[in-house]
């Protein structure tokens, strides 16, 4: 088994959803999780042996997630256009033009999300590489939401399970999904997050 353990450090989420940036996205999509573990990687120059994890954490089965709510449950807050200054233009502060941004945030009634895989082969391998990777990343979404992600021993409940008759559609990663995130920002020069994800249902575990 292998867990991922992902703590708002301020108990709020700012992050948008992939095709409404006025709509928050609860819980983190294992997708976005893994560009962040990406993005730490990358910036930290972590070596083979993370690059290793990685390559193997992407051909893993969607993962079980721990995040309460399982939905948001409409407990977000309103959100209103701001218009700031565009970051690339090379006018002086203020005389830099302004674009419209929305920064959709979230309260959940627990700051914790966990990322089960119980089906990992050689995860003890793994280990040592992730926790490595997992403690340089900062935040998860939006950079005014700071984080904290581990290896984890002790996990809860999953409150959503991969399931394909879900109607909580999650964006997940597959083989071949590191190499796909560096291509794009040598592309792009710049991180592009929600690329070519693919999605997978879920559904709020049965009682017992």
Same mark, same amino acid.
């Given at each position: ?32 999780? %893994?560009?962040?573990?990406? #993005?730490?990687?990358? &910036?930290?120059?972590? =070596?083979?042996?993370? !690059?290793? *994890? ?60 966990? %990322?089960?895989?119980?089906? #990992?082969?050689?995860? &003890?391998?793994?280990? =040592?590489?992730?926790? !490595?990777? *997992? ?74």
């Amino acid at each position: 088994m292998l867990a991922l353990e992902l703590e708002y450090l301020m108990g709020r989420v700012l992050a948008a959803t992939h095709n409404d940036r006025t709509a928050v996205e609860w819980p983190p999509h294992p997708a976005r999780l %893994f560009s962040a573990l990406v #993005a730490a990687y990358e &910036e930290c120059d972590l =070596g083979n042996s993370a !690059r290793a *994890a990685l390559e193997w954490l992407e051909t893993l089965p969607e993962p079980r997630i721990y995040a309460k709510p399982s939905e948001h449950e409409g407990l977000v807050r309103d959100t209103h256009g701001v218009f700031v200054p565009v970051n690339d233009s090379p006018s002086i502060p203020e005389n830099r033009p302004r674009q419209i941004r929305w920064f959709p945030a979230f309260t959940p009634q627990d700051s914790h999300v966990w %990322f089960i895989w119980n089906d #990992a082969p050689e995860a &003890e391998r793994h280990t =040592g590489a992730l926790q !490595r990777i *997992a403690e340089n990343v900062t935040y998860v979404g939006h950079s005014m939401s700071p984080v904290r992600v581990r290896v984890s021993d002790a996990v809860p409940e999953p409150t959503l399970i991969p399931d394909g008759t879900g109607n909580v559609m999650l964006r997940t990663t597959g083989k071949g999904r590191l190499r796909h995130l560096e291509e794009t920002y040598r592309l792009a020069g710049e991180k592009r997050h929600n690329t070519a994800s693919p999605w997978t249902g879920n559904a709020l575990p049965t009682c017992r």
